[in-house]
C-alpha cells in the first residue's frame, strides 16, 4: 500500500525562524510527492514536487523540501517564517501503478507567531 | 484565467434530501476528483473518473453518486443514504496518464462547498 504520514498535527515557529513540517512515505519504486497549501475555507494550492534529480526542491513563496530516500521523508522548510505563512500544510504521493490516484497526508497546522 | 470552479460555496440539506454539488474545469484535464475534508481527517477521495463516462470508487463512495457526461464537469450527488454529511467538499483536477512527462504534474483544487444539515 502507497502512503504518506504527517507525524506533527501541529508546528509553531516564531516569525523569522526556520520551519520544518514533516513527511514521511511508504511507496514501491520511486515516488512522485506533492506538497499543497490549504488557507481557510479555500481549497489546496500547489506548492512544489519531486519527480527525480536534485534532493533539494524549490517551490513557491520561497518554500523548498529536502527528499531523503534513505529516511523515505519529504520535508517541507523554509529559511524565514511569515505570519502570512500560517496555514494547513499536505504532503501527498502519487500511486505508481494508477496515475491518477493521489494519497494525502493528514495534515499539519503551521502557526507563525510574530 | 484556466481554473476549477465549485458552485454553491454553502449548501445545507434537509433530512432525506439530495443535494447536488457542482464542479466545473476549463482546465483541460482528463482527470477529475471529488474529496471529502473533516476536521483532523485529511482528504478521503469519494469518487474520481480518467475520462469521460467513466467514474470509479474512492475510499467512502457510499452514499454518494457521480456522472461524468461532460469533461468540463463532474457534478457530485449526496444522496439521503450518507448519514452525515456535514463536511468540506473539494474537488480537483489533473491532466491525467497521457505520457509520461504529463502524469508528473499536480492536481489542480477548487475552493470548495461546505455542506450543512438543517
Known amino acids: 500500500a502507497q502512503s504518506v504520514a504527517q507525524p506533527e498535527d501541529q508546528v509553531n515557529v516564531a516569525e523569522g525562524n526556520p520551519l520544518t513540517v514533516k513527511c514521511t512515505y511508504s511507496v514501491s519504486g520511486n515516488p512522485y510527492l506533492f506538497w499543497y497549501v490549504q488557507y481557510p475555507n479555500r481549497g489546496l494550492q500547489f506548492l512544489l514536487k519531486y519527480i527525480t534529480g536534485d534532493n533539494l526542491v524549490k517551490g513557491s513563496y520561497g518554500f523548498e523540501a529536502e527528499f531523503n530516500k534513505s529516511q523515505t521523508s519529504f520535508h517541507l522548510k523554509k529559511p524565514s517564517a511569515l505570519v502570512s505563512d500560517s496555514a494547513l500544510y499536505f504532503c501527498?504521493?502519487?500511486?505508481?501503478?494508477?496515475?491518477?490516484?493521489?494519497?494525502f497526508g493528514s495534515g499539519t497546522k503551521l502557526n507563525v507567531k510574530p | 484565467d484556466g481554473g476549477i470552479t465549485q458552485s454553491p460555496k454553502y449548501l445545507f440539506r434537509k433530512e432525506g434530501q439530495n443535494v447536488t454539488l457542482s464542479c466545473e474545469q476549463n482546465l483541460n484535464h482528463d482527470a477529475m476528483y471529488w474529496y471529502r475534508q473533516d476536521p483532523g481527517q485529511g482528504l478521503r477521495l469519494i469518487y474520481y473518473?480518467?475520462?469521460?463516462?467513466?467514474?470509479q470508487k474512492g475510499d467512502i463512495a457510499e452514499g454518494y453518486s457521480v456522472s461524468r457526461e461532460k469533461k468540463e464537469s463532474f457534478p457530485l450527488t449526496v444522496t439521503s443514504a450518507q448519514k452525515n454529511p456535514t463536511a468540506f467538499y473539494l474537488c480537483?483536477?489533473?491532466?491525467?496518464?497521457?505520457?509520461?512527462?504529463?502524469?508528473?504534474?499536480?492536481?489542480?483544487f477548487g475552493d470548495g462547498t461546505r455542506l450543512s444539515i438543517l
Open positions: 501527498a504521493v502519487r500511486d505508481v501503478y494508477n496515475f491518477n490516484k493521489f494519497y
Open positions: 473518473s480518467q475520462i469521460v463516462n467513466d467514474f
Open positions: 480537483a483536477s489533473s491532466i491525467g496518464r497521457t505520457g509520461e512527462f504529463r502524469s508528473n504534474q499536480p492536481q489542480h
